[in-house]
Nanobody, 127 residues
């Protein structure tokens, strides 16, 4: 059973930066990390969960319009760790951030529901 563990959240001032990490562990972790779609999602109080960024096994990336140019998703393969570098943070970025994974669909790629989730890490941006 693959487990995902996020870290790196915290409280920062508007304009600051944070780097989130997501470590994959457990049976099948290497296969999951290298061959699955992996992404970052967030959910603010009273709001629906939002997809922030996804990285395809082929390395291509997708970002929500709200974070384009400010956030960067990447993978550290040797460490089986997924990262999210967040720069120029805004108060509206405040949310619980989750790491997630799913098998790549032969047709839909990395779209759709994700079935492996971490516990989340809180990001708070003060104005």
């Amino acid at each position: 059973q693959v487990q995902l563990l996020e870290s790196g959240g915290g409280s920062v001032q508007s304009g600051g930066s944070l780097r989130l990490s997501c470590a994959a562990s457990g049976y099948g972790a290497s296969t999951t990390f290298s061959g699955y779609c992996m992404g970052w999602f967030r959910q603010a109080p009273g709001k629906e969960r939002e997809r922030v960024s996804v990285i395809d096994p082929d390395g291509s990336t997708v970002y929500a319009d709200s974070v384009k140019g400010r956030f960067t998703i990447s993978k550290g393969n040797a460490q089986r760790t997924l990262y999210l570098q967040m720069n120029s943070l805004k108060p509206e970025d405040t949310a619980m951030y989750y790491c997630a994974a799913r098998p790549r669909h032969w047709y839909y790629g990395c779209q759709g529901e994700y079935n492996i989730w971490g516990q989340g890490t809180q990001v708070t941006v003060a104005s």
